[in-house]
């Protein structure tokens, strides 16, 4: 089968379209025909080396979406997705025409998606998810997201409003601000860092009880706009992974930080999820991705190097 495949890590050039073996479910498996791959910016990242826990050689890929062609007879011919850790660092992934996972590692893919639109949530998704549920979102919760005009942050804004969270958007640009309110979300143009908790303030009275930052660069001043007892989720940090943290202001509000890292859930724990929102999506709550750009499996090697350049486009790979 022709896969994208690397055998070492640090240079995109090492990623190469090549045949290998068809992958051999064991009893407890299924083989998937990939119909499409997400391409995400940490398969870039492994590609050039940062996890190293990725054993060598290695098919990248973590999100997928597909049918199943072997494995126990419940689950042949259905169409699944899924994502997780295992994939494209210990396990080969997804950007490959067939991928072998555990028969419990794929859930049931939302009828009202195509595979390509299925195959670009897998790892946005199950990250807010995850952000939600440690951060304790429900019914009423003042919720803040920073970055909500990107992959993740849009998500975790579509899944609070199901959990019925009360939102707000804050993003950098006035004409994101003018469009979120235009889709009847509020929301905070960002500005200077200190000005952040007065905003904050501002649209929710105490303050907010949780501060979702898909951006890795507002996890100081956001302790500012906290209600008390207080959560702040984070899933970024700067290059050198170093913040100076106000920590008095933060253990006087009773506040905590809430580390969210989707490389921390296995297939089997991110089938779990995306079972539990993928009905969603069916039930007309949440709203199906566009703007997608689909790239034949020939022609991926260049996507990985644009997405590295600061491509923000998002890309889905057709086998």
């Given at each position: 089968m022709k896969a994208l495949q690397f055998s070492a890590t640090g240079d995109l050039a090492n990623l190469h379209l090549v045949d290998v073996a068809m992958p051999v479910p064991g009893a407890d498996?299924?083989?998937?025909?990939?119909?499409?791959?997400?391409?995400?910016?940490?398969?870039?990242?492994?590609?050039?080396?940062?996890?190293?826990?990725?054993?060598?050689p290695r098919i990248p890929g973590r999100d997928f979406a597909g049918v199943v062609v072997e494995g126990p007879q419940a689950l042949l011919g259905q169409e699944v997705w899924g994502t997780g850790r295992d994939l494209g660092f210990f396990a080969d992934g997804s950007h490959a025409q067939y991928l072998r996972v555990s028969a419990t590692g794929v859930a049931h893919k939302p009828s009202h998606l195509s595979f390509a639109?299925?195959?670009?949530l897998g790892v946005p998704y199950t990250t807010a998810w995850d952000a939600l549920e440690r951060s304790g979102v429900g019914k009423g919760?003042?919720?803040?997201?920073?970055?909500?005009?990107?992959?993740?942050?849009?998500?975790?804004?579509?899944?609070?409003?199901?959990?019925?969270a009360q939102?707000?958007?804050?993003?950098?640009?006035?004409?994101?601000?003018?469009?979120?309110r235009a889709q009847g979300v509020d929301a905070i143009g960002l500005g200077k860092p200190e000005a952040l908790g007065a905003q904050v303030h501002a649209v929710f009275e105490g303050g907010a009880e949780v501060i979702f930052d898909t951006t890795g660069f507002w996890l100081p001043p956001a302790v500012a706009g906290l209600a008390p007892f207080g959560r702040i989720a984070i899933i970024a940090a700067p290059v050198d992974g170093h913040v100076q943290l106000p920590a008095l202001a933060l253990y006087r509000k009773g506040g905590s930080v809430?580390?969210?890292?989707?490389?921390?859930?296995?297939?089997?724990?991110?089938?779990?999820?995306?079972?539990?929102?993928?009905?969603?999506?069916?039930?007309?709550?949440?709203?199906?991705?566009?703007?997608?750009?689909?790239?034949?499996?020939?022609d991926a090697v260049e996507?990985?190097?644009?997405v590295n350049s600061g491509s923000p486009d998002k890309i889905i790979f057709l086998p």
């Open positions: 498996e299924v083989l998937v025909q990939v119909k499409a791959a997400g391409l995400n910016p940490s398969d870039v990242k492994n590609v050039l080396g940062r996890f190293p826990y990725t054993t060598l639109q299925a195959a670009s919760t003042r919720l803040l997201v920073i970055g909500a005009n990107g992959a993740v942050g849009s998500a975790a804004l579509a899944l609070a409003r199901i959990r019925g939102v707000v958007a804050a993003v950098r640009k006035a004409d994101q601000v003018e469009a979120f809430v580390g969210v890292n989707s490389l921390l859930y296995s297939c089997e724990q991110c089938a779990v999820m995306l079972e539990a929102f993928g009905r969603f999506f069916d039930e007309g709550l949440l709203p199906a991705p566009t703007g997608l750009r689909e790239v034949a499996l020939a996507c990985y190097e644009q």
